[in-house]
Every structure is written in C-alpha cells, then in structure tokens.
C-alpha cells in the first residue's frame, strides 16, 4: 500500500513536472510568432519613415544644427574647405549685429512692415468674408475665385507686375495718373513710396487667404444665436461685434498667426522690386542675411536668421495671448 502510494503520487508529481514543462514551451511557441510579426512590423515602418528622415536630417536638422555652430563661430566662405579651423566666438555675432546701424534700420523696416500690413490684410480678408457672406449674392464664386488668385499666383510674378506696373515713365499707373494731369513720382525710387507700394501689394496678396478662412469661420455661426440676438433688439453692427466676432477668434488667431510668420520674413518683394533701396528704405531683415551670406559673413548671416526666429516666437506668443478664445 505504502509502495502504490509513493508511485501514485510520484507518478503524479511527474504528470505535473511535465505539464509544467510543456506549459512554458507551449507558450513560447505561440509567443515566438508574435514577436516575429511585431519585429516584421517594426522593420517595415522604419522603411517606409527612411525616405523622410533621410530628407529631415539632410534638409532641416543638419543645417539647423550647422547654422547655430556658425553663429557661434566666425565662419566666412573661406572655411568651408577648412571647416575645422573656425573659432568659437560665443554671442560675439550677435553683438556684432546690433552694433551695426544697417540692421536696424532692416529692423525698422520689417517692424513697419509687419505692424501696419497684418491689421490691413487682417481687416480686408474680413470686409470681403462679410460681403461675400451677407452682401453679394449674385457671382459669389467668381468674387471668391477674384480674390483668391493672387494668392496662388507666384510672388516673383506678382513682384515683377508690380514692378512694371509702377515704372515711372512707362508704367500704367503713372500713364493713368497723367491723364488727370497728375505727375506721378518714380514709386520704387523714392524712400516715401516705396515700403507703402510693398505694403500695399502684401495686402492685397495676402487677403485672399484670410478672406477664405473668416468666411469658413462666418458660414459656422450658428443662425439661431444671429436671430436670437435681433429678436433682443441687437442692430447689425452689435450682432457683428457680440455675437459673431468672438466666434470668428479661432480663425483670426489662425490668420494672424500664419500671416504674421510670413510677414515677418519678407523677402522676396523687395529682392526682386528694389534689392532693399532706395538708400536701405526696403530691407528688410531676410534680405539683410542674405546679403551677409552673399559677402561671405555666414556667421553674421546665421545669427541674423536667429533673430528673425526670436522675433516669430515673440509675436507668435503676444498674438496667442491676446488673441486666444477666453474660455
């Protein structure tokens, strides 16, 4: 009895030992093939993200990481076959920048620039958003076509336009103006005409874009707080200002904030209408960086671009607290 007992329970003990043996073989046969299909998985999605992070570190990483070395070292277009023989110099080219009176003046031009042409291209893409969400009924899609074109028409085209637009002897609105017997100045060459003229055009570039996103914001007002206002006793100006203006902040801030970006790296209206004349009244703070990094000064050029950055964030964050939804 004793001796069927021990083998009873032996041969129990070894039932169990085995199934507890094959329990974890079992279980890394049936894990192994998961892990396989997670690692095929694996694979695949770094061959597909190859293509764009080979672009990235090429294209914006490498050159991020090499343009803050150069404003930090005084790199010229000498070393670039020497690139190791440069020298750290610290914030040595910022002070450099601040010191010379041509850049304020850059800066000057692009405050100018960016605090009288954002609130016009602002409050035109927002009048025409209203007429052609209330007012115009008639060829709606026309007008919104009108107004989008130059938009998507290229700035070196449209800087050219205007350029011959503006000429002083042959230029069509001098032509017009002398048909009223006005004497119409050389625009592009006088420092009184030539930032407003450049001011002018961004503007009327640029309103198509807001003109599109407000009047998205103004066909998603709801109608039932627009007659619940009126029913109140609200004119149109006050329905405008109570009602549908503070709705219509997310797609301000969104428009102030793209074309304030923008705005703020003007470049090309005055490389291709004035290269930054007459006598500097025109440059602006891009074009200022890329006359350095054309002298050869990469290092000043560099640093130069990094305030332009600095001057983003700042106003990118002063528009985002004034102009955030409250709530």
């Known amino acids: 009895m004793t001796t069927m007992s021990t083998n009873t329970i032996a041969g129990q003990g070894t039932e169990g030992r085995d199934t507890a043996g094959k329990q974890p073989a079992a279980r890394r046969r049936t894990s192994s ?4 299909a997670q690692g095929r998985q694996a694979r695949a999605a770094w061959i597909l993200a190859a293509p764009f992070l080979a672009l990235f ?3 914006m990483l490498l050159p991020v990481v ?20 440069v020298s750290f110099v610290g914030l040595d080219n910022y002070i450099r920048l601040f010191q010379d009176p041509q850049f304020f003046t850059a800066l000057r031009n692009t405050a100018v620039f960016v605090l009288v042409a954002l609130p016009l291209t602002l409050a035109a893409g927002l009048a025409a958003a209203v007429a052609l969400n209330s007012g115009i009924q008639r060829f709606r899609a026309v007008f919104r076509v009108g107004f989008y074109l130059p938009v998507i028409t290229s700035i070196v085209a449209v800087a050219v336009v205007w350029k011959t ?5 042959a230029g069509l609105v001098n032509t017009v103006l002398a048909w009223f017997g006005i004497d119409g100045p050389a625009w592009l060459a006088d420092t009184r005409f030539a930032l407003p003229v450049m001011i002018l055009m961004a503007v009327w570039r640029n ?3 807001v003109m599109i996103i407000m009047l998205a914001g103004l066909q998603s007002v709801p109608q ?6 009126e ?10 200002w109570r009602v549908t203006f503070p709705l219509l902040r997310p797609a301000l801030l969104l428009t102030a904030v793209t074309t304030g970006i923008g705005y703020l790296q003007f470049f090309d209206e005055p490389f291709v209408m004035t290269d930054g004349g007459p006598l500097d009244s025109t440059l602006s703070t891009t074009l200022y960086a890329y006359k350095q990094f054309g002298n050869g000064n990469y290092d000043v050029a560099s640093a130069a671009g990094y305030v332009v950055f600095v001057l983003i964030i700042a106003l990118t964050v002063l528009q985002f607290r004034v102009l955030r939804d409250k709530d």
Not at 165 to 169: I, S, T
Not at 224 to 229: K, R, T, V
């Open 224 to 229: 039932s707080l627009m007659e619940a206002a």
């Open 207 to 209: 309103l198509g874009t």
């Open 33 to 36: 093939p998961r892990r396989t």
């Open 231 to 240: 029913l109140d006793g609200a004119g149109a100006w006050q329905r405008f």
């Open 57 to 59: 570190l090429a294209f």
């Open 66 to 85: 090499w343009s803050t070395l150069m404003s930090l070292t005084d790199t010229k277009s000498a070393d670039l076959r020497t690139p190791l023989n």
């Open 165 to 169: 637009l503006l000429e002083p002897h």
